[in-house]
């Protein structure tokens, strides 16, 4: 597992701001992830199950990302070549697919009520990914969507759409690797994905106009780059990456950078399908797919989806341990969503509305669950009071630690209704939250 916040590189003498991380972010609590692109077109990868691990030096000829593939095709032997000779012939470039993408069902309105039904705070869609197409009109490239395929600014549609529906927006750019501008074997290795890669000034200067434009068109209110940026612009200087955190924060005076640029400078720390142990000191993100990939994968089906039960207790979770969670999902290459993904979001939508005072705003406590006992996870609100989200409300009965006793019997509410606690900790669950993949009992403040 790769822990960005650990890959801060030399000190190359760049004066980064000293950033605190916003209060809306450390509230929001849950974003939506989209992986969108011209990879939506292939849209195949090899399924891999949850907990499902391949030999090491399989793990990029097998990737099980969807939108890696443009680099997993040029490997040979691969299952993603084998798959995309059967469906496009042999020697088909994977940069010609750009023509063939028309995106008719893209409905970004739709997608934005759907996000913020499913009770995310904040969208953060891919503008260029790896393999350097852009989603919207640049002046650095003709490999965008804006000129190829769709013909539309579609990051711009998406802006529009998502602050049209009271979110947040936030932008994905692949700082440092653009296969359409570069000229190297398949990355087969995690040094290959690092050294694999660009680093000269004019490159660098390319990256900082593109993302220059992504933040004066946009304001973004994240700006998530991944696996890193090239090193000819980490000196200070005026196409640097400390110029391009000056002038983002002075567009975005409230806006948050994440851990994968290389540098002593980042605003939440990333934790890509993982979760930290306990609860953080720092603000992070765990993010993943509703899949095994971030881009829609053809070959996945339901054994390879999170559960919606799942989905809520990872949130939980995550909020506990002082995190947010970025969801990713993976529409179609013709914009439309699979019904599988709108259907977790839409349970998640539906938990959240009935419970959401226990994420939203909340901080941790002083311990994120309990050793042994029940399954609970905990929030503190910011008037005081104590959530605690018992994760088997089936179970019927809930025994609280016995330093919570005492300040139960004082005042605790399953939502709207008293609870009645024993002298021994314990609780029954009301009949009626015992379906639910978590119920909240609300220890009152102060008490």
């Not at 000034?201 to 890193?228: G, K, T």
Request: hydrophobic letters at 40%; proline letters at 7%.
């Amino acid at each position: 597992m790769l822990f960005f916040d650990r890959r801060v590189g030399p000190d190359l003498g760049a004066d980064y701001p000293a950033r605190d991380v916003p209060d809306w972010y450390r509230d929001a609590k849950f974003g939506v992830f989209v992986h969108w692109g011209l990879y939506s077109v292939p849209a195949w990868a090899t399924a891999r199950l949850p907990g499902e691990h391949v030999p090491v030096e399989l793990e990029f000829s097998h990737h099980q990302y969807a939108e890696w593939h443009a680099n997993t095709v040029r490997i040979p032997g691969s299952p993603a070549r084998a798959f995309h000779e059967r469906e496009y012939g042999v020697g088909t470039p994977y940069e010609d697919l750009a023509d063939s993408w028309r995106a008719e069902a893209f409905d970004p309105a739709a997608w934005m009520r759907l996000i913020a039904g499913s009770g995310a705070r904040y969208v953060v869609p891919t503008a260029k990914h790896h393999d350097g197409f852009c989603l919207w009109d640049t002046a650095t490239t003709a490999f965008s969507s804006a000129r190829r395929g769709p013909r539309r600014d579609l990051i711009a549609e998406l802006d529009r759409a998502a602050r049209a529906a009271g979110l947040r927006f936030g932008l994905y750019y692949s700082g440092a690797l653009d296969w359409h501008v570069s000229d190297f074997p398949p990355i087969q290795s995690m040094t290959d994905l690092f050294t694999l890669r660009r680093n000269d000034e004019a490159f660098a200067r390319y990256c900082f106009e593109q993302a220059m434009e992504l933040i004066d068109r946009h304001s973004p209110d994240v700006l998530w780059n991944d696996i890193d940026w090239p090193d000819s612009g980490k000196a200070a200087g005026p196409h640097s990456l400390q110029a391009l955190f000056e002038h983002y924060y002075e567009r975005v005076p409230e806006g948050i950078v994440n851990d994968r640029w290389g540098v002593p400078h980042l605003g939440s720390r990333t934790r890509e399908y993982v979760s930290e142990q306990q609860t953080s000191p720092w603000v992070w993100e765990a993010t993943r797919g509703l899949g095994q990939s971030f881009g829609f994968n053809r070959a996945e089906d339901e054994r390879h989806l999170v559960r919606p039960d799942e989905l809520v207790h990872l949130l939980v979770d995550t909020v506990a341990k002082n995190g947010n969670l970025l969801l990713n999902i993976g529409p179609r290459a013709d914009g439309s969503l699979p019904e599988s993904q709108v259907e977790r979001l839409r349970h998640l939508g539906a938990w959240l509305a009935a419970h959401g005072e226990a994420i939203y705003g909340t901080r941790p406590w002083v311990r994120h669950a309990e050793p042994v006992g029940d399954p609970v996870r905990y929030t503190a609100a910011p008037d005081g009071a104590l959530h605690v989200i018992a994760l088997d409300p089936a179970a019927g009965r809930l025994t609280l630690a016995g330093d919570l006793a005492e300040r139960a019997r004082a005042g605790a509410t399953w939502g709207d209704g008293p609870a009645a606690v024993d002298r021994s900790g314990g609780v029954v669950v009301p009949e009626a939250l015992r379906g639910l993949p978590a119920a909240v009992l609300r220890l009152a403040p102060g008490a």
